[in-house]
Every structure is written in C-alpha cells, then in structure tokens.
C-alpha cells in the first residue's frame, strides 16, 4: 500500500529548506519542491534557493525545471509533482514534499477543478479588459456568477482572470466543474514560530540578499529574458524591477522587499491555519524545531513500518 505522502509546509523564512535537507539526508528521504519560485532557473538569490552543493547532496525535484519566461501553473506543478512523487515509491523510496506555496499543497492533497487549458485570445482579450475596467469590476462579475470562487481568488489578477477565463470559456464557475482527486495521500507537518519571531529573520534574509548581488542577478535575467511574466510576480524580484527602473532607490527596494516579504507570511499563516487534512502544526524553531521534527518522522515512521 502507498505509504502517505510527508509534507514539510510553512510560512516563509521558517528555516523549511535547511530542515528538510537535514532530515532528508538522516532518512534517505527525496526532496519534492512545492514552492511556486523555485521551478525557475536562474531565480536563485532572490527565492532562497539550495545550493549547488545542497542540490548535490540531496536529490531534488522540480528545482530549475522551467526557464524565467515559461508559465506555471497549478495543474502544471500537479502534473511534474505527481509523476516526481510517482518515480521516487516506484525506486523504493520515500519523498518529502517541501514548500511554503500553499495552494501548491492544498491541491495535491485535496485535488482541483478540471479546468480547460489556456486559450491565448480569450486571455489577451480578459487581461485587456482589466486594464480597461479595473480588478474591482472583473472582480463582481465572478462573485455574481460564483461567490466561492471570488472568495478563493480574491483580487489577485491572474487568479481573478483565470477564474473568468473558465467561466466565459465553460459557462459554469471554477467551483461546479468536475474534480480532478488527488493521486497520494499527504501527511502534513507545519512549522508554526510565533509571527513576530519571522520579522527580523525576513528584514536580515532581505539585506543579505541584496548584498550577495540580487540587483545583478536580476539585471542578468531582464536581459536574457526581456518577458518574465510569472516570475517576474515573485516578491523580491519585483522590487528590484523597480529599482532598475529608477522608481526606487536601493535602500528602498531593500525595504519595499522585506515589507513584501512579511505581507506574504502573514497571508502565509492566515492560509496554513485553515489547512485541511492530517495536519500536525510545529510551533518552534531552531534546533528545537528540529527536534520536533525528528520525533514527528520517528512517529511517521513508526506508523509506516
């Protein structure tokens, strides 16, 4: 019988990577990344990413697997994490799903809606009538039609025209079309410090970033990759953009970074309280988080075997 699936989740900046390379490795564990930032090549300072060295010692998957111009979306991350999880049990093997992407893991273990893929013209023609009509507009004619699902997407644009692409598209809301269920059972584990302990270690991670040369990275990137439209949403970058453009200076964008950073831990804890499923929340850090999470594998193992 397939053992349930481990999940390492948590908000950002909750030591989750180091944790998990440490425990994969005491394990023999696989690593199955399920943050949205770490799929792209060559986002490296900016997302936190592991190390060359860190890769080389632990396998990793579905880390550096799409270039800063491609699109992912959830369906996408579905298809690469399923069949990664897949190749990890058929070699004996036990994977770690690590990430702090929350609707990343609420759809691998509670599955997603069956939606058609994208249709060039019809989002063309949807992001087109954003810039005309607003976010707030597009934003009523959802909840008029599906108030679940305006209450899930809220006003994220990209979420937001998804959601309409699937409506005009199909006729019927995102939350009435058919289900596609998950292919494992997940097991979760949250790493739950108090907020105000992240404040600082975010604001140190910004800086530390920028000193280790997020600025040329990014310059890197906007050049060989003039149109970045996924990853270029992803907060750190952002701001760098901003800078390069002359909008801020560079003690701005390192504040305009860390304060992004914390909005995305906040909306971070607000999404884990809710997280469904086996769940166990693990409200340390530090070696005493480590400690927690190495009697929670023993118990996990126990279990298993």
């Known amino acids: 019988m397939t053992p349930a699936i481990p999940v390492l989740a948590g908000p950002t900046a909750t030591g989750k990577s180091a944790l998990a390379l440490r425990l994969a490795e005491e394990r023999g564990l696989e690593i199955v990344n399920a943050d949205a930032t770490l799929v792209y090549q060559g986002l490296d300072i900016g997302t936190a990413k592991p190390t060359k060295d860190e890769l080389a010692r632990v396998p990793h998957h579905l880390v550096d697997v799409l270039l800063p111009s491609e699109e ?20 004996g093997k036990l994977p770690l799903v690590v990430g702090g992407t929350g609707y990343y893991i609420r759809a691998l273990s509670q599955g997603i809606p069956k939606v058609p893929p994208p249709e060039p013209g019809l989002m063309a023609a949807l992001e087109a009538e954003l810039e005309a009509r607003g976010v707030d507009a597009l934003f009523q004619e959802l909840a008029g039609a599906s108030p679940e699902d305006a209450a899930r997407v ?3 644009p990209r979420r937001l025209l998804r959601a309409l692409f699937i409506l005009r ?16 059972a997940y097991k979760k584990l949250i790493l739950w410090p108090e907020r105000e302990a992240l404040l600082p270690i975010i604001q140190s991670r910004a800086r530390a970033q920028f000193e280790a040369g997020l600025v040329e990275e990014v310059r890197g990137l906007l050049a060989a990759y003039p149109e970045m439209p996924t990853a270029l949403q992803t907060i750190g970058y952002k701001e760098v953009v901003r800078h390069l453009e002359g909008e801020l200076t560079l003690e701005e964008a390192i504040e305009a970074d860390w304060r992004a950073v914390w909005r995305y831990a906040r909306r971070q804890y ?15 850090r530090g070696e005493a988080a480590w400690e927690g999470l190495s009697d929670w594998f023993s118990l996990y193992f126990q279990a298993l075997y």
């Open 154 to 156: 809220g006003r994220n």
């Open 270 to 284: 607000t999404w884990f309280r809710r997280e469904p499923g086996d769940v166990t929340y693990l409200p340390r």
């Open 169 to 184: 598209q199909t006729g019927t809301p995102p939350a009435r079309l058919p289900w596609r269920r998950p292919r494992f």
């Open 72 to 91: 992912m979306s959830v369906v996408r991350f579905l298809d690469l994490a399923e069949a990664a999880i897949a190749d990890v049990l058929s070699r």
